[in-house]
Structure formats: C-alpha cells, structure tokens
T-cell receptor, first 113, second 110 residues
Framework: DVKVTQSSRYLVKRTGEKVFLECVQD?????MFWYRQDPGLGLRLIYF???????EKGDIPEGYSVSREKKERFSLILESASTNQTSMYLC????????????FGPGTRLTVT | RKEVEQDPGPFNVPEGATVAFNCTYS??????FFWYRQDCRKEPKLLMS???SGNEDGRFTAQLNRASQYISLLIRDSKLSDSATYLC???????????FGGGTRVLVKP
C-alpha cells in the first residue's frame, strides 16, 4: 500500500512566520506534488517535482518555495506566511509510468493568524 | 473561466436511485480524463479513468464527449457509502500535471 504522510494535520502560525510543511512517501515515486485546496476553488497545484533537486512551478507558486533533497521527501516552505495562505495543503506522489494516479497524504490544515 | 468546471451540488440522492453529473473542460487539447473521489475530511483517491468509448466499473459509468468538451459520471443503485465529493480531473498533455475541478458533492440518504 502506498503511503504518503504529512508532518502535521493541523498547524497554526502567525503572519510573517516561516512555515515548513513536510511530506514523505514510501513508494519510491519520482513525482511529488504540493496542492492547496480551498472551498469552491478545488485543488490548485503549487509546485511539483519529478526528481531529486528538480522542481517546477505549478499554477499558484507565489509566496511558496519547495525543496527536494531526497527522493522520498518533498517540503513546502512559506517564506513569510500571510492570512491568505490559510488553507488545506495536500501532498501527492505518483509514478512516472502511471502519472494520472496520484496518491495523496491526509493533508495539513494551516491557519495563519 | 475555470479550466475544469463542476456543479458543486449537493446532489441529494435516495438510496438505490441513480445520479448523474457532468464536468466541463475548457481546453480542447486536453488528452485524458479521470474521476477522483474525496470522502469528507479525507484525501482524494482515483475512482476511474474516462475513455473515449465510455467505461463502466461496477455501478459507476463514465462518459466522454469531446465535441462538447464534457465528461460525465453516473452512479447506479446508490449506496450510503457513495456519499462523497467527486472530482473531475483533466490531463492537458502527456506529463505529470493534473487539473482538478472543484468537485460535485453527492449525499445518498436512506
């Protein structure tokens, strides 16, 4: 069974803080993704990575950065958290052979006050 | 205009009934299509792919209409456990990126 884990289920941070969200997958997948999910807007892709140290911007990368130092780990960084980054953050991974089947982690509900 | 649009619902469905809903996509170059399911407070999971000829998986039938740029999902003999949000997903080109719709919420009631 594929397992994608995220470091926290709930997180509360203050405006201006630097925030790290960690994601780990155990299926040796090359592809990893970070999304945010907001009511009415669905899942929106922030960044993705198709290999170690490789990253590509998704649809809404502003205010975020990512790090992929190891194949199993993909980190999302909010350099200076703002209230409009309050959201559910979902990490996913997939094999390059079956790119359409993404396996998601349980999500991190981030609140920025 | 959103790339992938869905009626958010909710669709309130009596147990045992049939429910169908659509999803429209704006990019005619879109190549592949999928339905994901997301239970309340859970992560999305792949439900089924949508093929040009249509496909069926048990009580679920998916159809693709390229001319009108929409896909559909039909659920027959609805079960209480079918209550979920169904996400329409489009892959614009061969590659890694998927575009998700906002989801259609289905509530099956006894």
């Amino acid at each position: 069974d594929v397992k994608v884990t995220q470091s926290s289920r709930y997180l509360v941070k203050r405006t201006g803080e630097k925030v790290f969200l960690e994601c780990v997958q155990d299926m040796d997948h090359e592809n990893m993704f970070w999304y945010r999910q907001d009511p009415g807007l669905g899942l929106r892709l922030i960044y993705f990575s198709y290999d170690v140290k490789m990253k590509e911007k998704g649809d809404i990368p502003e205010g975020y950065s990512v790090s992929r130092e190891k194949k199993e780990r993909f980190s999302l960084i909010l350099e200076s958290a703002s209230t409009n980054q309050t959201s559910m953050y979902l990490c996913a991974s997939s094999s390059p052979r079956v790119t359409y089947e993404q396996y998601f982690g349980p999500g991190t509900r981030l609140t920025v006050t | 205009r959103k790339e992938v649009e869905q009626d958010p619902g909710p669709f309130n469905v009596p147990e045992g009934a049939t429910v169908a809903f659509n999803c429209t996509y704006s990019n005619s170059a879109s190549q592949s299509f999928f339905w994901y399911r997301q239970d309340c407070r859970k992560e999305p999971k792949l439900l089924m792919s949508v093929y040009s000829s249509g496909n069926e998986d048990g009580r679920f039938t998916a159809q693709l209409n390229r001319a009108s740029q929409y896909i559909s999902l039909l659920i027959r003999d609805s079960k209480l456990s079918d209550s979920a949000t169904y996400l329409c997903v489009v892959n614009k080109a061969a590659g890694n990126k998927l575009t998700f719709g906002g989801g259609t919420r289905v509530l099956v009631k006894p």
